[in-house]
């Protein structure tokens, strides 16, 4: 039994080896057809500048190791591209603009015949009463309108060139 094993294997071998013998004229030629192109020009190493150092000196300035804060960022990039939609960063801020507007929660409204009041829930656990014009949200969220189950907010948020996008957002009420 294993005679006829090892027959099967050497004619096996035979019949793989038989097959390297095929003509490879073709791919000679085409080894030396790109040997004889033309070598293209290296580009020279562009000029490195040698390294600045500098020293740190704390001061009055933030570390460098944290990022710079929103509202800074929003300034600067307000003050490089004057012809943009820009919210006023001069006004004052409203208690409710530190919050993110994830966080607040309508929780009902009150008014009478001329003026319709909603009441805000914030993360601080207060309960805020706002109206139209009021300012709430981190991105400069100002109240349109205000509805039995909603209040509908115009934010302008940055868009990484310098300016501000307007975003449409809603609270909407919800019950204990």
Not at 26 to 43: G, H, N, S
Request: hydrophobic share 40%; with cysteine.
């Amino acid at each position: 039994m294993p005679r006829r094993n090892l027959s099967w294997l050497l004619l096996l071998c035979a019949i793989f080896i038989s097959g390297c013998n095929d003509d490879i004229g073709d791919l000679q030629a085409f080894i030396t057809q790109v040997k004889k192109r033309p070598v293209p020009p290296i580009e020279p190493m562009p000029e490195l500048k040698p390294f600045e150092h500098f020293r740190y000196q704390p001061g009055d300035r933030r570390s460098p190791f944290s990022p710079p804060s929103p509202e800074l960022l929003a300034e600067n990039a307000g003050k490089n591209n004057p012809d943009c939609l820009q919210p006023d960063f001069d006004r004052v801020k409203e208690p409710l603009e530190q919050f993110p507007l994830d966080t607040l929660a309508m929780k009902g409204t009150l008014g009478n015949a001329k003026e319709l009041w909603a009441l805000v829930g914030a993360g601080d656990g207060n309960l805020y009463r706002v109206t139209i014009g009021n300012y709430v949200g981190l991105y400069n969220g100002l109240i349109q309108e205000i509805s039995q189950n909603a209040i509908k907010v115009r934010e302008l948020v940055p868009d990484g060139a310098g300016c501000w996008l307007v975003r449409e957002a809603s609270l909407e009420l919800v019950g204990e």
